[in-house]
């Protein structure tokens, strides 16, 4: 991100904004819309906002891995065949379905 490039009031979005879209387009960097001198809103494109969603998708789902692993290393679960068969059992669903 740079600073003089990528931080602009709201007005000048409202005033720009084919500009700002082609630019965030080539960047892939968000706009940082200030009001009053403060930043307010951050606005980027749908490719990289998606990118960013996939990428926070893949982090909580290491960190509930990470969970496991350190649940398991402290004694603190079961193996999957066991827990599975335990859930069938009270669910009264047959194992060979």
Do not use: C, W
């Amino acid at each position: 991100m740079k600073l003089t490039r990528d931080i602009h009031s709201l007005s000048t979005f409202k005033r720009d904004t084919a500009k700002l879209m082609r630019q965030m387009k080539k960047t892939k960097e968000p706009v940082i819309l200030t009001v009053n001198g403060k930043a307010e809103l951050v606005v980027q494109d749908a490719e990289s906002y998606q990118k960013l969603l996939a990428a926070r998708d893949r982090i909580e789902a290491i960190e509930g891995i990470r969970l496991g692993l350190e649940s398991m290393k402290r004694n603190k679960g079961k193996p999957a065949a066991e827990f599975f068969r335990e859930l069938f059992a009270e669910k009264g669903i047959s194992e060979n379905e």
